[in-house]
């Protein structure tokens, strides 16, 4: 997805009329409540060794782990035919934290390991409707592991160059060892990398100037389940 002028087109974008189908978190039919206290870090899945580390530089965001959950629903029907889905996290700001409160699901065609955002007025509409902050964005694995591709890479950097606490989550359903991560560049080691280069496709990255790793697991990422949230599934 290339979303690098996301902010400037949303505004022209206002007057887009978007058929949806809409569901929201908690209703008053159907409640979700995680197994875990109010506030948890988000990494601590199977395989990632990860500690909580806060940052006086970016601010601290909350998601509702269920939002993940529904997510992956959705997209079985594409994982089952080992297809990609993507989607695009909105959030609000309030006292100093990013709380993601809109899961939207564009319209896209997909691969075994691609996923290409269509018609994405609609999403800017959505984004500016609510005025929500796009601070990031999910997608599956259907069929390989938890990692960032190289094409990953380069759309989480469209997102981070304009919002610097954005952050990637993968859904990999197959993969034993863990089956989702949330990720970020490293700065300035990745985001360097990823500014300098102009190769498309997959490919390989050259090393950071520090010689750290291009991406990372965040560490300002927590689950909030009293968290309400709402989901744009646009392909319907």
């Not at 809409?22 to 990860?50: I, M, N, W, Y």
């Not at 809109?102 to 997909?110: A, R």
């Not at 950097?157 to 863990?178: G, L």
């Not at 689950?223 to 646009?234: A, P």
Request: aromatic share 8%; hydrophobic share 35%.
């Amino acid at each position: 997805m290339d979303l690098t002028n996301q902010r400037e087109t949303a505004y022209k974008c206002q007057h887009v009329h978007v058929h949806s189908v809409t569901q929201s978190f908690p209703s008053r039919a159907l409640s979700f409540v995680e197994d875990s206290t109010q506030e948890r870090h988000l990494l601590r899945v199977k395989g990632a060794d990860c500690e909580i580390a806060h940052s006086s530089s970016r601010k601290n965001l909350h998601i509702s782990a269920r939002l993940m959950e529904e997510f992956l629903e959705l997209a079985k029907e594409n994982t089952d035919k080992d297809l990609e889905t993507c989607g695009i996290l909105g959030a609000f700001l309030d006292k100093g934290i990013l709380y993601v409160t809109t899961l939207i699901i564009p319209k896209q065609e997909s691969t075994s390991n691609s996923c290409v955002a269509k018609n994405e007025e609609e999403v800017f509409a959505i984004q500016h409707e609510r005025s929500l902050i796009p601070v990031g964005w999910i997608h599956t694995h259907p069929s390989q592991s938890c990692f960032m591709s190289s094409v990953d890479l380069h759309t989480q950097y469209s997102y981070q160059v304009m919002e610097p606490e954005a952050f990637a989550i993968v859904m990999a359903p197959t993969d034993a060892s863990r089956n989702y991560g949330i990720f970020r560049l490293s700065e300035p080691g990745g985001m360097n990398v990823l500014r300098e280069c102009r190769e498309t496709g997959f490919h390989t990255h050259g090393e950071t100037a520090d010689g750290g790793p291009i991406y990372e697991h965040c560490a300002n990422v927590y689950t909030n389940s009293n968290l309400r949230f709402e989901v744009f599934d646009l392909r319907q």
